[in-house]
């Protein structure tokens, strides 16, 4: 094997690991994670986007380390995955953004749970997208409290329903405010307790649906924009003024957070990171780079990363070293000097030694993976060899319009061997493992929901959009329509069967019935529900067109107990007497473990 290529090989496989120093709870410093979905690396003004103003993550960038070759996965849940597990997605089991594809496995271990046994309070507020149920969900993978929304996107950013610690509870006023609230009133708890908080803000924004406030978007309705897309044809003008108002209000509230740190008098000693999840969600400024959101470019791949602890790391910090979102666990670890043995070897290193300016310290040669549908890409401290082959230049070449793969045969060859060699070792079978069932009845929350995203169907029904997150199903017209979930039950007992439902008057009378194995039970639709759907009079872009559903308020309907026994079966729900001038609309079933 060539010298080059059994470098970047070993590298691949076996990445270096940090040495964690130990230091009591009192002395560590609380640590804020902030995640933005679907902004791109061009939507801040320091990045040379003229089209908004970005004051308070400028000021958070300059005041600590900047990252310049910071990347990330293509979409949301494969990098949410890496930044909690410091692995790359495929080893933790994710191959998807839904239908139970962006579940982490249970046996990973997570920044949650490392910071938790360091005596950590932990907290996450928004997005979750790794988990629905036990043993996945938040408040069963290290984290205290939770406060948001456990799908990949959710259909209202207004007065929206959301997860608190496994219950659903009604929000009010613009979803990232209200989130930042209560990240900031979580920090504030636990320093009034003298307890240091891990503290995971994860925004839904600028994820569709485009809403703003009327505050937001009075600055950008019908603004003319300067700073445009590689290609201007390629952009959709209202799209892009409707991102860029919500990523104002992120930068809105990154303002409110660090000015409570001032005044709790904790901002010395306080970690906050800020990145994204993937490139932009449209074709937009990006400062020149090819891809967005879904592709394995720079453009769809660079993020972000601002790392701000003034009392270890000099402001004005520029950090070229390619980094990655699997470095993040072992680099926060480190900074807050955690002692910790990962479960399974990490992918990512610690860069703590250089944001702490060690001059001894020199980070190993090694290849960054970039991984979705369309194929892999490698990143090297000055290459970048996309998913058909090509070579470019990064340094000299961001745009990636030359390609080096005839000039350079050897390096592209040697990267080449190393992208098959990752994906022979992490695109198995038993990674991308798309049969797992749904979990029912685990440890860790009273009450098990199954969303209609994670539902099979057949006959009549369909779902009410293209994309499932926040979809619910129609069309259940028919005694023969049938509802399906694949589960795997954990405790065996007697559960508590509640379905969310829409039905018109002609249906008052259906006989709803719940099966699993030979047992059943049932109740009658004793009254009408017909919902209207919302969420248009809020939305900036028309969400009907990239095939995302509206919104409703479903009633329950209290189908009885049943008995369900440990292991893996199927819950089918089904109609008996239904009209046929009746449409049933479902949303969700909860089975809640009533007797052991």
């Given amino acids: 094997m060539r010298p080059l290529l059994l470098l970047l090989t070993l590298f691949t496989l076996y990445p270096s690991r940090s040495n964690l120093s130990a230091a009591s709870s009192s002395e560590r410093p609380h640590v804020i994670v902030i995640l933005a979905d679907d902004q791109g690396w061009g939507d801040l003004s320091l990045h040379g986007n003229q089209n908004l103003n970005t004051p308070a993550l400028d000021r958070l960038a300059s005041q600590g380390a900047q990252f310049t070759n910071f990347y990330v996965q293509p979409v949301c849940s494969p990098t949410r995955a890496e930044f909690l597990t410091g ?38 507020f928004g997005k979750w997208h790794s988990g629905t149920q036990a043993p996945y969900h938040p408040n069963t993978r290290g984290f205290d409290e939770y406060y948001g929304f456990t799908s990949g996107h959710w259909g209202s950013y207004f007065d929206a329903l959301l997860d608190h610690n496994g219950e659903m509870v009604q929000s009010s006023g613009y979803l990232p405010d209200r989130l930042t609230t209560a990240a900031i009133e979580f920090i504030e708890k636990q320093h009034k307790q003298g307890r240091p908080s891990f503290t995971y803000l994860a925004l839904p924004t600028p994820h569709s649906p485009m809403q703003t406030t009327d505050e937001d978007w009075a600055r950008f309705e019908g603004k003319k924009l300067a700073s445009r897309a590689t290609d201007p044809a390629t952009e959709d003008l209202q799209h892009t003024r409707a991102a860029l108002a919500m990523v104002e209000n992120i930068d809105q509230n990154v303002a409110r957070l660090l000015a409570r740190l001032d005044e709790l008098d904790i901002e010395e000693d306080t970690i906050v990171v800020y990145f994204t999840d993937n490139g932009p969600n449209g074709w937009r ?82 290849l960054l993976y970039s991984y979705w549908h369309e194929g892999v890409s490698a990143r090297s401290q000055d290459y970048r060899l996309d998913y058909a082959g090509r070579l470019y230049h990064i340094p000299s070449d961001r745009e990636q319009r030359r390609d080096l793969s005839q000039a350079k045969p050897d390096l592209a060859a040697a990267l080449t061997a190393a ?118 009079e809020r939305d900036r872009v028309d969400r009907s067109q990239n095939g995302e559903s509206y919104v409703k308020d479903f009633a329950p309907l209290d189908l009885g107990q049943t008995y369900l026994s440990t292991g893996q079966t199927e819950i089918k729900i089904k109609t008996l007497g239904i009209p046929n001038t009746a449409s049933l609309e479902f949303r969700m079933l909860t089975l809640d473990l009533t007797q052991h």
């Fill in 419 to 536: 992208v098959s060699t990752w994906k022979e070792a992490l695109l198995t079978p038993e990674n991308l493992n798309k049969s797992r069932p749904l979990t029912v009845g685990y440890p860790g929350l009273a009450s098990t929901q199954l969303p209609a995203r994670d539902a099979q169907w057949s006959g009549n029904i369909k779902r009410s959009a293209r994309w499932p997150n926040c979809s619910y199903l129609t069309g259940w017209t028919s005694d023969a329509d049938r509802i399906t979930f694949d589960v795997e039950v954990g405790q065996a007992g007697t559960y508590t069967a509640t379905i969310l439902y829409a039905a018109p008057e002609s249906a008052v009378g259906t006989e709803i019935i719940l099966s699993a194995g030979e047992r059943q039970t049932s109740a009658r639709i004793q009254k009408a529900h017909t919902p209207p759907a919302y969420g248009r």
């Fill in 87 to 124: 692995r790359y997605y495929p080893r933790s089991g994710v191959y998807s953004t839904g239908a139970g594809g962006e579940r982490i496995n249970a046996d990973e271990q997570l920044i949650s749970e490392v910071f938790r046994d360091a005596g950590y309070a932990t907290g996450a």
């Fill in 285 to 366: 400024y990006n400062g020149g780079m090819q891809g967005k959101k879904g592709g394995t470019d720079e453009g769809g791949v660079r993020s972000p990363l601002f790392i701000r602890y003034p009392s270890e790391i000099e402001a004005d910090t520029t950090i070229e070293t390619i980094a990655g979102s699997i470095d993040l666990l072992p680099t926060l670890a480190e900074l807050a000097h955690i002692e910790y043995q990962p479960q399974k070897r990490l992918d990512g290193i610690s860069l703590a030694p250089e944001l702490l300016n060690d001059h001894d310290w020199q980070a190993p040669p090694r």
